[in-house]
C-alpha cells in the first residue's frame, strides 16, 4: 500500500506508517523547520511540498496498479485545543483546513483515508466541524468510523487521547486497534537510560553511558548507533532552577514558595499543569508544549531535553529533529506517537 501524508509535521504519522510497511511516496508540510526534520528521516519518492496546502494542485503521478492508497494526517490542531478557547470556533480560518485535506481525498479517490485531531475538536462548536467532516467524507461515499484513543494503550508512555476518523472508499468498517499495551510504560522506562545532563546542555549527539533498562529503552534504540540525537535542553535562569529543586515528583508550581514567585501577580492564578514534576514509576503526562508548561525531569532539576520528550512521543533515537531546539521542541509536542500511528496503518493493511 502508498500513502500520501498532509499536515505532516516532523513526520509522527509516517514513521509509524512506514513501519507498519506502507510506502509514504508524497508529504505535504508549510513548516519549512518541520519539512527539513522530514526528509532528514524519510525519502518520499514524489517528493514533499513545503507550502501552504490551499497552494497544492494534486496530480496522478502515483503508480497505484494493485495497490492501495491511504491518505492521511491532522490539519492544524491548535484551534481545536482546549487550552485556546478563543480560537475554538468557526471563524478561526485554520480550523477549516481539513476541507484541504477533503480535497485531496477526493481528487485521489483514495482506498482508505486517516484524518487526526486532539479530542477538543469533539468539543469544538459543540461538535460542528466533526459533523461536518463526517458529512463531506460520507457525500464522497466513505464508510466512516471513529474513535477517541488514549496513546497509553499503545504502548506509548504518555497519557495522550488523539481522536481519529478513519474512512473506507469499498465499504469497509475499519475495526479500530485494540490495546496492544495492558501494562503502561512508565518515564522511568522510558527516559531512565539517557545520559544526565545539565541545565542548558547544547550537544545535539551524546554517547549512551549506560545499557537499555527496559525492553521499552531497548526498543527506541538502534543496534547500529551508540547514542542518541538531539538530547538537547533549553537553559532556565537560576531563579527557575531554584524553583525546580521545591517541586517533588508529580508536584507543581504550588509546591513552590511565595518568596521564589515574585514575578507572578497572583500565583494562585498559576495553571496546574505549569511546573510539573514528571513521575519515575508513571506515565508521563502529555508532551505538548512542554517548554512552556516547564515540564521537569523527574530527578534531575531542569527541563525535557528533546530527546528525553521525543522518548515520551515513541520516537526512536536515530529519528533527528532539525531546526533551533525551540522548533524542535514545537515538533515533537505537535506530533502525534509513531507507536499510536502505527497500530491503526497495521489495521488498515489487514482489512
Same mark, same amino acid.
Given at each position: 500500500?502508498?500513502?500520501?501524508? @498532509?499536515?505532516?509535521?516532523?513526520?509522527?504519522?509516517?514513521?509509524?506508517? +512506514?513501519?507498519?510497511?506502507?510506502?509514504?511516496?508524497?508529504?505535504?508540510?508549510?513548516?519549512?523547520?518541520?519539512?527539513?526534520?522530514?526528509?532528514?528521516?524519510?525519502?518520499?519518492?514524489?517528493?514533499?511540498?513545503?507550502?501552504?496546502?490551499?497552494?497544492?494542485?494534486?496530480?496522478?503521478?502515483?503508480?497505484?496498479?494493485?495497490?492501495?492508497?491511504?491518505?492521511?494526517?491532522?490539519?492544524?490542531?491548535?484551534?481545536?485545543?482546549?487550552?485556546?478557547?478563543?480560537?475554538?470556533?468557526?471563524?478561526?480560518?485554520?480550523?477549516? @483546513?481539513?476541507?484541504?485535506?477533503?480535497?485531496?481525498?477526493?481528487?485521489?479517490?483514495?482506498?482508505?483515508?486517516?484524518?487526526?485531531?486532539?479530542?477538543?475538536?469533539?468539543?469544538?462548536?459543540?461538535?460542528?466541524?466533526?459533523?461536518?467532516?463526517?458529512?463531506?467524507?460520507?457525500? @464522497?461515499?466513505?464508510?466512516?468510523?471513529?474513535?477517541?484513543?488514549?496513546?497509553?494503550?499503545?504502548?506509548?508512555?504518555?497519557?495522550?487521547?488523539?481522536?481519529?476518523?478513519?474512512?473506507?472508499?469499498?465499504?469497509?468498517?475499519?475495526?479500530?486497534?485494540?490495546?496492544?499495551?495492558?501494562?503502561?510504560?512508565?518515564?522511568?522506562?522510558?527516559?531512565?537510560?539517557?545520559?544526565?545532563?545539565?541545565?542548558?546542555?547544547?550537544?545535539?549527539?551524546?554517547?549512551?553511558?549506560?545499557?537499555?533498562? +527496559?525492553?521499552?529503552?531497548?526498543?527506541?534504540?538502534?543496534?547500529?548507533?551508540?547514542?542518541?540525537?538531539?538530547?538537547?535542553?533549553?537553559?532556565?535562569?537560576?531563579?527557575?532552577?531554584?524553583?525546580?529543586?521545591?517541586?517533588?515528583?508529580?508536584?507543581?508550581?504550588?509546591?513552590?514558595?511565595?518568596?521564589?514567585?515574585?514575578?507572578?501577580?497572583?500565583?494562585?492564578?498559576?495553571?496546574?499543569?505549569?511546573?510539573?514534576?514528571?513521575?519515575?514509576?508513571?506515565? +508521563?503526562?502529555?508532551?505538548?508544549?512542554?517548554?512552556?508548561?516547564?515540564?521537569?525531569?523527574?530527578?534531575?532539576?531542569?527541563?525535557? +531535553?528533546?530527546?528525553?520528550?521525543?522518548?515520551?512521543?515513541?520516537?526512536?533515537?536515530?529519528?533527528?529533529?532539525?531546526?533551533?531546539?525551540?522548533?524542535?521542541?514545537?515538533?515533537?509536542?505537535?506530533?502525534?506517537?509513531?507507536?499510536?500511528?502505527?497500530?491503526?496503518?497495521?489495521?488498515?493493511?489487514?482489512?
Amino acid at each position: 500500500m502508498i500513502g500520501i501524508d @498532509l499536515f505532516s509535521g516532523a513526520g509522527g504519522m509516517s514513521h509509524g506508517a +512506514s513501519v507498519a510497511g506502507i510506502d509514504v511516496q508524497h508529504v505535504i508540510e508549510a513548516d519549512k523547520a518541520a519539512a527539513s526534520t522530514y526528509l532528514a528521516n524519510h525519502i518520499p519518492k514524489h517528493g514533499l511540498f513545503n507550502d501552504d496546502i490551499r497552494k497544492f494542485q494534486p496530480t496522478n503521478n502515483f503508480e497505484r496498479n494493485n495497490k492501495g492508497l491511504v491518505i492521511f494526517g491532522g490539519p492544524p490542531c491548535q484551534g481545536f485545543s482546549t487550552s485556546n478557547q478563543r480560537t475554538r470556533t468557526s471563524t478561526n480560518e485554520n480550523n477549516w @483546513l481539513f476541507e484541504e485535506f477533503v480535497r485531496i481525498v477526493e481528487f485521489h479517490r483514495s482506498d482508505w483515508f486517516v484524518f487526526e485531531n486532539v479530542k477538543g475538536i469533539l468539543e469544538t462548536e459543540k461538535g460542528h466541524f466533526v459533523e461536518k467532516i463526517v458529512e463531506r467524507f460520507e457525500g @464522497l461515499g466513505y464508510t466512516v468510523s471513529m474513535k477517541l484513543m488514549n496513546a497509553i494503550e499503545y504502548g506509548v508512555p504518555q497519557k495522550r487521547s488523539r481522536f481519529f476518523i478513519v474512512g473506507s472508499l469499498h465499504g469497509t468498517s475499519f475495526k479500530f486497534p485494540k490495546p496492544t499495551s495492558l501494562v503502561a510504560v512508565t518515564t522511568a522506562e522510558a527516559i531512565g537510560d539517557l545520559p544526565v545532563l545539565d541545565n542548558g546542555a547544547q550537544t545535539c549527539y551524546r554517547p549512551y553511558d549506560s545499557v537499555a533498562k +527496559s525492553i521499552y529503552a531497548n526498543s527506541m534504540r538502534n543496534s547500529l548507533i551508540k547514542g542518541c540525537h538531539n538530547h538537547l535542553v533549553t537553559r532556565n535562569s537560576e531563579q527557575i532552577i531554584e524553583r525546580y529543586k521545591h517541586i517533588p515528583q508529580g508536584g507543581n508550581w504550588e509546591n513552590i514558595p511565595d518568596d521564589l514567585m515574585g514575578n507572578y501577580a497572583d500565583k494562585s492564578r498559576c495553571h496546574t499543569g505549569i511546573y510539573r514534576r514528571l513521575v519515575e514509576n508513571k506515565p +508521563s503526562v502529555v508532551i505538548g508544549n512542554y517548554r512552556k508548561n516547564m515540564l521537569i525531569h523527574p530527578t534531575q532539576d531542569r527541563g525535557l +531535553s528533546v530527546r528525553e520528550a521525543a522518548r515520551l512521543q515513541s520516537f526512536p533515537d536515530d529519528f533527528i529533529f532539525k531546526g533551533s531546539i525551540g522548533f524542535q521542541q514545537q515538533q515533537v509536542g505537535n506530533a502525534v506517537p509513531p507507536l499510536l500511528a502505527e497500530s491503526i496503518f497495521k489495521e488498515i493493511i489487514v482489512q
